[in-house]
């Protein structure tokens, strides 16, 4: 899969809104971080702790709404037989991101011309702690959350719900992320679409969309 797409390939219609995932795009994150801390406080090894709360359905929950932060919380503390508490490992939940380099002054000057929408599977105290360390997604107009919303990429229903909220019709808008399954889906309800892969690549694609960026680098 790749990001290229030729003059071609592109829509004519002047691009009115930018969708932005968040994790893997503006800010980077390792889940093993958290599952390597945690071995401190479990008897379990690393991946065991890492597929307990990736790879069973149960972050999926908590990035849904389904599960509030203490149940989630509850559930893996007896699960891994973790002998932190909750204020503990909500800081090493947190403490995985970093803001991707050139991608504040890329959204500083795209936040002047264009109406800025994010779009992320994620849960409360993930959100929340991004949106306190990087003032930067401040620049957008709306964020739409899975936790919020009850749904999740690549359900076509979210998809529509950003596009509701940048205020213009699905083909004005032009939607970044890195996971391609999730650029298929946004483009199956009439995005364009952009694979992320770095931000240089990624100012590149822009201008074939008639987005240009490149003064500001």
Request: glycine share 6%; net charge negative.
């Amino acid at each position: 899969m790749h990001s290229r797409r030729s003059r071609a390939d592109v829509s004519t219609e002047s691009v009115q809104a930018i969708i932005f995932d968040l994790g893997k795009v503006i800010v980077d994150f390792d889940h093993h971080t958290i599952s390597k801390k945690l071995t401190h406080f479990s008897p379990y090894p690393e991946a065991a702790i890492f597929d307990a709360i990736f790879s069973s359905g149960l972050v999926q929950q908590f990035d849904c709404g389904q599960l509030q932060p203490e149940v989630f919380f509850a559930i893996l503390k007896q699960q891994l037989r973790l002998t932190l508490s909750l204020p503990e490992f909500q800081s090493f939940w947190n403490t995985i991101f970093s803001i991707k380099q050139g991608m504040i002054p890329l959204i500083d000057a795209l936040a002047t011309t264009y109406t800025l929408i994010g779009l992320s599977n994620t849960n409360v105290w993930h959100f929340t702690y991004c949106r306190e360390h990087f003032p930067v997604l401040d620049r957008f107009t709306a964020w739409i959350l899975s936790y919020e919303v009850g749904i999740s990429k690549p359900d076509p229903r979210i998809y529509r719900c950003a596009v509701e909220a940048a205020g213009v019709q699905p083909h004005q808008c032009l939607y970044i992320d890195d996971v391609y399954e999730f650029i298929v889906a946004g483009e199956s309800v009439g995005l364009q679409g952009i694979h992320f892969v770095s931000v240089a690549e990624l100012v590149h694609q822009l201008k074939n969309y008639g987005v240009s960026v490149s003064r500001f680098f």
